[in-house]
């Protein structure tokens, strides 16, 4: 299996999100052996934000790094682990509510698939950037 | 994010007492209602606004830079030159995302009543002792109102209490007063006193740096409105919101040059943002909170005429009663003052139209303010919606119920009786 | 006389452009200044009787017809008293001519040395006591007064209290003291605690008053017991400042209610309860507000302007005579300074609602009455010769017609005797 950023590479919806994880030096990380659970935002999520915000925070790595670590969980989790909670604690801080019921919702965001497994961690692909607070 | 109506309709009428303004949030509007004359007034005191406010963040990053932690800072409100034509970082040909389309150095109305005031061309002491000047003093009542109110989120409050800042304060300190043998001798005394001033010199950044922001942003709107730009208060609302979400990722620090050399008390690699901790703390300390308003009442707080709870104040912006007052904070009677100087025409001869004309402009110019910043309070109520719900046009009717309780409880600051949101929903509140 | 044309041309100018039968009202201010004229300069009794009656019907009338809500019954317990005092100062008038020993006339020269019989004495007195209490007022027979001065409008408020309640005082003056002198000195004593009641009455009430037009009327009546005081003193020096007060008094009044009519016509009320912070420059009544604060503290009696000096001149000539009394009035004077303070405090400081504050700066023609009248106040407390000094012959000669030293020292503490005869002796 390939590892959480091979996975994201492989998909081809997560340019964006790459590119991020680059500018915010957590590319290593996210190849580490972890494990994580990562929430995966598409492309559309980061196209959907109002113009400039995107390039503020490319412009700022430890900003950027801040809202791509609020979309990370230590430990790796699937749907049914992450329903048995209502919210976990996300590596930047703070937390992140979980939708228990139908359909699986994470904060603000859908889940567009659910349960890709990587080496290192589980991946849920979701619909929209999430921010903290 | 432009008005819609279908969606909304999916749920049943809000109970609110302010269901009219929901249901307007919800349709993409803003707490003011949409009519020609309310945007005149916001774009017009916006633009009023703005330019004073160019000199409070220059001026306020001077301090929190240069001045820093000077016994006797009786020049802090002489900003130099090097500050006067500091690039904004969003206006003019350098700037990497530009929110106006003006040069990057000091606004030159701006320029102009700091050469000239009221009283003519005379040297700047003589200005500054008349007080013809920017009155920045309002900045630091509003600097004093974060630094006060604590608890409004964001980490900038918390981080200063950490180990990390108290060395990077302690090197800044030391290296400020080398050579200072009476202040290094009172730091050892009273290690707590010098550090206190320089927590209050970080607020003193945050506030500036979150004001080099909705400078340009405010001329971008005038500029935009002078031209026909704007089809609606929404729609100026809608270009606030954008730009809040352009410069949430601004990072917030604080440097200190000292003889030259630059000391990052709270470094740029923390993390700190601007939305998360600037820009809601404000609104919330500013707008919401801040400090019993002084002047000509009194309360008694042993009959609780006071709230025993922080959280309970309600003397911002968008309770005042905005009589002139002469001190700084809430009711703004510095700004208005300030913002006298650089009124539009339009608006002036707005003003000079109703109530008692020139007599009482600063009462009336005071009172649009007030609707202005109910409209950039909707701009943050409807970014953080944005941001942390779902969309207007969302088809999930679970959604839209999560959307709705989210305006709701922001709505619910304002059923108290010193709230003037119903005011600003009439037009003959003057 | 003086104080008579200027308090009528004033009231004129004081009344509203758009008032309804705004010539009729004129016309009764006028014709109200004609018997008031009349009443001061007449030489003869039974003209001033005859001017006395005459002044009652236009100002009756002036009340009625405008004026607040209660105006009718305030126009008609008005009307009852002032009949009253009428029929009884005819009654005592007729008597002091008929009984005259000295002869039939109904000059005031002759009449000034007028000798009666005993027993007639008396009630001819309580019969000139009666006419002028009622019309000045003194308690108990202010019955009228508070309802009339308050739901007069401003022009009526300000004649009756400026003028028309002088006239009871000048009657006092000149028939009581003047012809009666000796049964007065014997009276006096219960009349200058009549009088300290009445002044201590009134500065109570308008303490606990609501509107503003009542708290002025009250506080009317207070000085008015002070008017009493001095004239029960009857010496020269409390006559001066009977006089003083007559004019001061006039004027303030006067002043006030035409503030109180300002205040009321920009703001549509008096009650105090609904208005606060009025000396706002931006946008509440500053001007308006500033010359209140000034007719206050005139009322009050602070120094620098005409209150003080007629207080002070009235205090010194009494205290001799009659110290509890003038301490009482010195007391109520005290308490003129709480209600002016109380009142102030609530209607010109504090914080203006901006909801309410909805009406236009007063204009420099509205302004006229109330300016000059305060300029008058100001200068008066400056220049006291403008208040004092005029009739300083006059009432020097009242005085002397005083009883006889034997009946004067009956009613003197005794350590109080020698001053006394050193001030007759002076006079």
């Not at chain 2, 009476?182 to 005394?189: F, S």
């Not at chain 2, 609780?304 to 009663?321: K, M, N, R």
């Not at chain 3, 009202?25 to 006028?30: H, Q, R, V």
């Not at chain 3, 019954?73 to 100062?89: E, K, Q």
Request: hydrophobic fraction near 50%; proline fraction near 6%; aromatic fraction near 10%.
């Amino acid at each position: 299996m390939a590892n959480i950023i091979e996975t994201a590479k492989g998909a081809g919806l997560f340019s964006t999100l790459l590119t991020a994880v680059e500018v915010a030096g957590l590319t290593g990380a996210l190849e580490s052996p972890g494990p994580f659970t990562v929430f995966a935002p598409v492309d559309d999520a980061f196209a959907a934000l109002p113009p400039g915000t995107v390039q503020t925070l490319v412009q700022n790595p430890p900003q950027l790094a801040r809202i791509l670590k609020f979309h990370v969980i230590s430990g790796a989790y699937s749907r049914s682990d992450l329903v048995d909670q209502p919210s976990w604690e996300s590596l930047e801080g703070a937390m992140i509510p979980i939708r228990c019921a139908e359909p699986f919702e994470v904060k603000n965001t859908s889940v567009l698939s659910a349960d890709i497994v990587c080496d290192n961690g589980i991946v849920h692909v979701i619909n929209r950037v999430m921010l903290p607070g | 994010m432009t008005v819609l109506t279908s969606s909304a309709k999916a749920l049943p009428p809000s109970t609110h007492p302010f269901a009219e303004v929901v249901e307007r949030l919800e349709a993409g509007g803003s707490m003011l209602p949409d009519t020609p004359e309310n945007l005149m007034q916001i774009i017009g005191i916006y633009k009023a606004y703005a330019v004073p406010m160019d000199f409070y963040w220059r001026d306020l990053l001077y301090i929190a830079e240069q001045v820093f932690l000077n016994p006797l800072p009786a020049f802090k409100y002489f900003p130099s030159q090097e500050y006067l034509d500091r690039p904004n970082s969003y206006q003019g040909d350098q700037a990497e995302l530009r929110i106006w389309r003006g040069e990057a150095g000091a606004h030159p109305e701006l320029l102009e009543f700091m050469e000239k005031g009221e009283i003519g061309k005379l040297p700047k002491l003589l200005h500054h002792l008349w007080h013809d000047r920017i009155n920045m003093e309002f900045a630091e009542a509003c600097m004093d109102a974060m630094l006060w109110h604590q608890g409004m989120g964001g980490r900038f409050n918390d981080y200063l209490d950490s180990e990390v800042y108290r060395q990077n304060a302690d090197k800044a300190i030391k290296a400020y007063f080398k050579g200072n043998p009476l202040m290094l001798g009172l730091y050892k005394l009273f290690p707590e006193m010098l550090l206190e001033q320089v927590k209050k010199l970080s607020y003193v950044a945050n506030l500036g740096l979150f004001w080099e922001v909705m400078a340009p942003v405010f001329f971008e709107m005038s500029d935009i409105y002078d031209e026909g730009g704007f089809s609606g208060v929404p729609a100026a609302m809608d270009f606030l919101v954008n730009g809040i979400f352009a410069v949430a990722g601004r990072p917030i620090y604080h440097q200190v040059f000292i003889r030259g050399e630059c000391f990052e008390i709270i470094p740029k690699s923390e993390g700190f943002t601007w939305l998360y901790e600037a820009a809601l703390p404000y609104v919330e300390a500013v707008f919401y909170r801040t400090a019993p308003f002084r002047g000509t009442k009194s309360y008694n707080a042993q009959a609780g005429q006071v709230p025993s709870e922080q959280s309970e104040f309600h003397y911002g912006i968008l309770y005042a009663d905005v009589f002139p007052v002469g001190s700084a904070g809430i009711p703004p009677t510095l700004l208005m003052q300030d913002m006298l100087h650089f009124l539009p025409p339009y608006l002036t001869e707005l003003y000079l139209q109703h109530k008692r004309g020139e007599d009482d402009i600063l009462v009336q110019l005071g009172i649009t303010f007030q609707r202005s910043m109910y409209n950039v309070t909707s701009a943050v109520i409807q970014a953080l919606r944005a941001a942390l719900l779902f969309p207007l046009d969302d088809p999930d009717p679970e959604h839209l119920k999560a959307n709705r309780a989210f305006f709701e409880s922001q709505m619910d600051r304002f059923i108290r009786p010193e709230a003037r949101l119903r005011d600003v929903q009439t037009e003959h509140y003057r | 006389m003086g104080l008579t044309a200027l308090i009528t041309l004033l009231s004129v100018a004081e009344s509203s452009p758009e008032e309804p039968r705004g010539r009729l009202l004129y016309g009764l201010l006028l014709a109200a200044d004609f018997g008031l004229t009349g009443a001061f300069l007449a030489r003869n009794a039974l003209l001033f009787v005859l001017a006395f009656e005459i002044t009652l019907i236009p100002t009756t009338l002036l009340l009625a017809i405008w004026g607040g809500e209660r105006r009718a019954t305030a126009a008609i317990r008005y009307l009852m008293y002032g009949a009253v005092s009428g029929v009884a100062l005819l009654a005592g008038v007729l008597a002091l001519g008929l009984l005259n020993t000295n002869g039939f006339s109904f000059a005031y020269d002759d009449l000034a040395q007028v000798s009666l019989p005993p027993g007639s004495q008396r009630w001819i007195m309580g019969l000139l006591l009666l006419a002028f209490g009622l019309k000045m007022p003194v308690l108990p027979l202010h019955g009228w007064q508070p309802l009339a001065y308050s739901q007069a409008s401003t022009p009526v408020a300000m004649q009756l209290s400026g003028v028309v309640s002088k006239l009871g005082a000048y009657g006092l003056l000149r028939f009581a003291v003047g012809m009666m002198g000796d049964t007065w000195a014997a009276w006096a004593p219960a009349i200058a605690v009549l009088g300290m009641v009445s002044a201590l009455y009134g500065a109570l009430n308008a303490i606990a008053q609501t509107d503003m037009r009542r708290l002025v009327a009250y506080s009317s009546l207070g000085h008015m017991g002070l008017l009493m005081l001095a004239i029960s003193a009857a010496s020269p020096l409390s006559l001066q400042g009977a006089m003083a007060q007559i004019l001061a008094h006039g004027l303030i009044t006067s002043l006030l209610f035409c503030l109180v009519g300002m205040i009321e016509t920009r703001t549509g009320t008096t009650e105090i309860a609904g208005l606060s912070g009025l000396l706002n420059p931006c946008r509440g009544l500053p001007f308006t507000s500033g010359l209140f604060l000034l007719a206050l503290m005139a009322s009050a009696g602070v120094p620098g302007q005409a209150g003080f000096v007629a207080e002070m001149v009235i205090y010194q000539g009494s205290f001799t005579l009659y110290p509890i009394p003038t301490l009482g009035c010195l007391l109520a004077s005290g308490l003129t300074a709480v209600y002016a303070v109380r009142l102030f405090n609530r209607v010109g400081f504090g914080r203006l609602d901006n909801a309410l504050a909805d009406y236009s700066r007063t204009s420099w023609q509205e302004r006229v009455p109330a300016l000059s009248l305060s300029m008058l106040v100001i200068v008066a407390g400056l220049w006291p010769n403008l208040l004092l000094g005029w009739s300083e012959g006059a009432t020097a000669s009242l005085a002397l017609t005083h009883p006889s030293p034997s009946v004067l020292v009956a009613a003197l503490p005794s350590a109080a005797v020698p001053q006394a005869a050193a001030l007759l002796e002076l006079s």
